[in-house]
């Protein structure tokens, strides 16, 4: 018999053994698929003091060595692009071919993050603006914060580490990582690009083990100068209660919305719509949930929306074809299920849909009242609500009666609809003549409301981990 790939902990640049090991199965066959450390308080106390002593060889790494690490690390993931868009299908039971679309973005983040660390910079401040500091020469530095915790969910696991890790090294820190329980392997795949390409010793540490006791430990810890965390809002929540007075970035949840507009021709839209309810099973923060469709065009929407949503070819996540397999886990399988029972309890109607095992297949919900869970809570499944709206106003409104804002979208030929919406939708993104789906990964990103505080997108997020430094010289003594 084989024996499983057995993942320590990488600490200090090396992997070194844990006390305990978990089994790691694959979400899609049930099948075990490694072997995973399981840290202790000690371990993680062990991971902070590396990246402590770490700190100082990493805030002195020039830029052009920063930005050199990160451009290589991109290089290498892009010459090993296959074998690492297999393990996500694997730990993530992603389709194959939308596991091949992350890597392919998680490339782009690191050139990103390497450009960024060559042109991170402060800025000259104009002292005489004020008439108390005439002939001073003043400008701001940005400095390293310091040690970074950094905290990832299992939707995206090569992406999203890429947001913590690329910004954070662009402005010389070093990291304390803990990626989901469910996608280490993606993790420690990385970490020995990172090592390949001459990421000193100490800068990059991962912890696994359960949220509650690796999370909670860099959190407290007062070492730790930044706490990053993608995932969900009841999470993001404890650690905001934990934190004190510690940076925290939290990038969490959403039940996007989308209105279409009267006049809009819908043949274009169609497949766009489809694949932002069902990519990836729904299990994307930016999902579109909710579909609010002028009532001029809603029975036509529905038809045609329902038509090619029953396309989408099922079957298992390394097979080509497949666009939708099983969901992350069997606990949230039964969630979404007793989800969907509610709002048929309350009226609604599944116009197609069912569940299978793991896999629940794309769902579309109408006549649901707006408090049923499948419309007001993140589904985090493929399961999509459309209702028809009388007008714009009543779309915007729609839209906005939610605990999240992170992104939404308006498809319209009406201009002043298009502008209207960008400015009364509360949300951290606006796409006009889209879906909320749309991400490329410069871009600011990140939610209002229950959906998170701080920006993501690697200018934004290089910032957020340094600390703005004036310098002022005086020239008058
Ligand atoms: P999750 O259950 O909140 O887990 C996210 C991470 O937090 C995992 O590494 C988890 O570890 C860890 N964690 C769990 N309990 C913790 C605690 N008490 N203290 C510190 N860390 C803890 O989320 P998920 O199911 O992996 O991901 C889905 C959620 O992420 C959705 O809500 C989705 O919208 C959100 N998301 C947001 C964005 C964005 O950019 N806004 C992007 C992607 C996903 P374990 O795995 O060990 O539990």
């Not at 929407?301 to 029953?310: A, G, M, N, P, R």
């Not at 793991?358 to 769902?363: K, S």
Request: net charge negative; hydrophobic share 40%.
């Amino acid at each position: 018999m084989l024996s499983l790939p057995r993942k320590d902990l990488y600490l200090n640049g090396c992997y070194t053994k844990a006390n305990s090991y978990k089994t790691l199965y694959s979400p899609h066959t049930g099948e075990p698929i490694g072997e995973i450390a399981m840290a202790t308080k000690e371990d993680i106390k062990r991971a902070i003091s590396y990246a402590v002593q770490a700190k100082d060889t990493m805030a002195n790494l020039p830029a052009y060595r920063r930005g050199e690490i990160l451009q290589k690390v991109s290089y290498l993931l892009a010459e090993r692009k296959e074998e690492a868009a297999k393990i996500i299908s694997l730990e993530a039971a992603k389709p194959i071919t939308a596991a091949r679309s992350e890597i392919a973005r998680t490339i782009e983040t690191y050139q990103f993050a390497a450009d960024e660390a060559r042109r991170l910079r402060g800025e000259t401040i104009p002292m005489d603006a004020s008439a108390m500091g005439g002939n001073r020469v003043a400008y701001t530095l940005r400095k390293p914060v310091g040690i970074v915790g950094a905290i990832t969910p299992f939707n995206f696991p090569f992406n999203l580490v890429a947001h913590k890790l690329g910004p954070a090294f662009a402005a010389g820190n070093p990291v304390i990582l803990k990626p989901s329980s469910q996608t280490p392997l993606s993790a420690f795949f990385i970490a020995d690009l990172f090592r390949e390409a001459g990421l000193p010793s100490g800068g990059l540490q991962i912890v696994t083990g359960p949220g509650s006791v690796v999370g909670d430990e860099m959190v407290l810890d007062p070492r730790v100068k930044v706490i990053t965390f993608t995932g969900s809002p009841e999470v993001g929540k404890q650690i905001r209660n934990k934190a004190g007075l510690k940076r925290v970035i939290l990038e969490l949840g959403s039940n996007s919305g989308l209105y279409i507009d009267e006049g809009v021709e819908l043949g274009p839209i169609l497949k766009r719509t489809v694949t932002g309810a069902f990519s990836f099973m729904g299990q994307v923060c930016i999902s579109l949930q909710r579909i609010y469709v002028h009532r001029s065009l809603y029975h036509d929407f529905l038809k045609e929306f329902v038509k090619e949503t029953q396309t989408l070819t099922i079957g298992d996540p390394l097979d080509e074809k497949t666009e939708i397999t099983s969901l992350i886990s069997h606990k949230d399988v039964e969630r979404i299920g007793a989800w969907i029972q509610e709002a048929i309890d309350a009226g609604a109607r599944v116009l197609t849909g069912g569940i299978e095992g793991n896999i629940v297949e794309p769902t579309v919900i109408v006549d649901a009242p707006p408090k049923v869970k499948v419309c007001c809570q993140e589904t985090f499944a493929p399961v999509v609500v459309i209702a028809p709206v009388d007008s714009f106003a009543e779309a915007m409104e729609a839209i906005n009666d939610s605990n999240y804002g992170l992104q939404a979208g308006i498809y319209t030929n009406n201009m002043e609809h298009a502008f209207l919406a960008a400015e009364k939708l509360d949300v951290g993104g606006v796409m006009i003549n889209d879906f909320p789906t749309f991400r490329v990964d410069q871009m600011p990103y990140g939610g209002v409301k229950d959906s998170g505080m701080g920006r993501e997108g690697i200018q934004y997020a290089t910032e957020e981990m340094t600390e703005l430094k004036l310098v002022c010289f005086n020239r008058n003594s």
